[in-house]
């Protein structure tokens, strides 16, 4: 029997493994390898962390989210690394304040070597868990695991590839928890109709602003064959829920100022011909000499600084990096992931309904929700 059995070898279940030398201590993983999320993250460069994490990055319980970041923050986790021979740097050119690595492998070897004392159940499936005098049971595709105190992080239902599946939520429920509502997020967005022209310019990226729900995102908008994606759009789908979102095709600039003398529109705009000429198409407008243009084209013209539109969906969880919704909170004792519902049970990271935006702000909480765990258990 183990003191303690992880169900997952991501972040936050690795970060926790990392903690309990003292420990007997077992991890179940589905995969063949440990970090198989982390390996794909940011390109395969592992954006880790960020300079500006707060609460206000975060889809959920603001005042549980804040106490879970102060427990491990960004700079204690930058601390820990460094320690460990990983060094992460800011990329400017990506997103906002995001911390890369120079590649995903180092920080999965780095995790290799911090759990050498761990027994790992590789390509394990956890199919039931069983809780009778003070001892759960495990039941695996393999065998079955005892254990005093369990451990779920395990994730959400995004990277069905990579082994991702419902039963760290379908444990949580067997134990008496709330579910909230699961939707795929950090994921691009299917179109109407009315923006079918996106798609004639896939693979085209520019740089962009956008409004959802009270929150704004700047960066770069890629447009795709079923729609649109880029960081602004996964970090948009986060917070969208249903109805209108807009852009602002340009800006920082003026459109008035810059229709000026006869060239065309397509030559002014300071914007790929492709998009400039897609975009008059689709509000029915013709790419003529600015000087020939009326009030009223012009009037038209300057819906590029509020393009509203309603997205007819997403691109599901397949292409989602991370699950949105999850185990209530309310349910969970914020000081060391245990279970208000169930002593000995614990959850970590991305099962829980916290979600953050695009950016390093996941990683961070799996591991700051792990070290509170791994500091109470």
Same mark, same amino acid.
Not at 281 to 298: A, F, G, H, V, Y
């Given at each position: ?52 994490? *707060? ?15 102060? !427990?491990?923050? %960004? ?6 690394? !460094?320690? !460990?021979?990983? %060094? ?69 239902? *995004? ?25 795929? #997020? ?15 310019? *896939?693979?085209?990226?520019?740089? #962009? ?53 006869? #060239? ?34 012009? /009037? ?40 208000? /519902? ?33 500091? !109470?258990?």
């Amino acid at each position: 029997m183990y003191e303690i059995a992880i169900v997952g070898a991501g972040a936050s279940g690795l970060m926790l493994a990392s903690q309990l030398k003292k420990h007997n201590i077992c991890l179940i993983e589905t995969n063949e390898k440990i970090g198989q999320k982390i390996k794909v993250s940011g390109g395969a460069k592992c954006n880790i962390t960020n300079n500006l994490v *707060s609460c206000d990055n975060y889809l959920g319980d603001k005042k549980f989210v804040k106490e879970v970041l102060k !427990n491990f923050t %960004n700079e204690d986790l930058l601390t820990f690394l !460094n320690k !460990n021979g990983v %060094n992460p740097k800011i990329n400017p050119k990506l997103i906002k304040g995001t911390y890369f690595c120079k590649t995903s492998a180092e920080v999965i070897d780095m995790f290799t070597r911090l759990t050498t004392h761990v027994k790992k159940y590789m390509n394990t499936k956890v199919i039931d868990v069983n809780y009778v005098d003070e001892v759960f049971t495990i039941i695996t595709n393999k065998n079955q695991i005892k254990t005093k105190k369990l451990v779920i992080a395990s994730g959400g239902l *995004s990277y069905t590839t990579l082994g991702a599946s419902s039963i760290g939520f379908d444990i949580a429920s067997k134990f008496g928890h709330n579910i909230n509502t699961l939707n795929p #997020a950090l994921v691009g967005f299917t179109v109407q109709k009315e923006q079918f022209w996106f798609k004639n310019l *896939s693979g085209l990226s520019i740089m #962009a602003k956008v409004k959802v729900e009270n929150k704004s995102f700047y960066g770069s908008l890629l447009f795709a064959h079923k729609g649109c994606s880029g960081p602004i759009i996964l970090n948009s789908s986060l917070y969208w829920k249903k109805g209108k979102m807009s852009f602002d095709f340009l800006p920082d600039k003026k459109i008035k100022k810059l229709l000026i003398g006869n #060239a065309l529109i397509s030559s002014r705009l300071p914007l790929p011909k492709r998009f400039v000429q897609e975009f008059l198409t689709s509000i029915e407008l013709e790419d003529k000499p600015c000087n020939k243009l009326n009030e009223q084209e012009i /009037k038209k013209l300057e819906i590029i600084h509020n393009y509203e539109f309603s997205p007819a969906g997403n691109f599901g969880y397949t292409k989602a990096e991370v699950t949105k919704g999850g185990i209530c909170t309310d349910e969970i004792d914020v000081k060391s992931m245990q279970s208000l /519902k169930q002593k000995d049970l614990y959850f970590l990271g991305e099962c829980l309904d916290v979600t953050g935006e695009l950016g390093g702000y996941n990683f961070q909480f799996a591991f700051s929700s792990a070290i509170s765990c791994a500091r !109470n258990i």
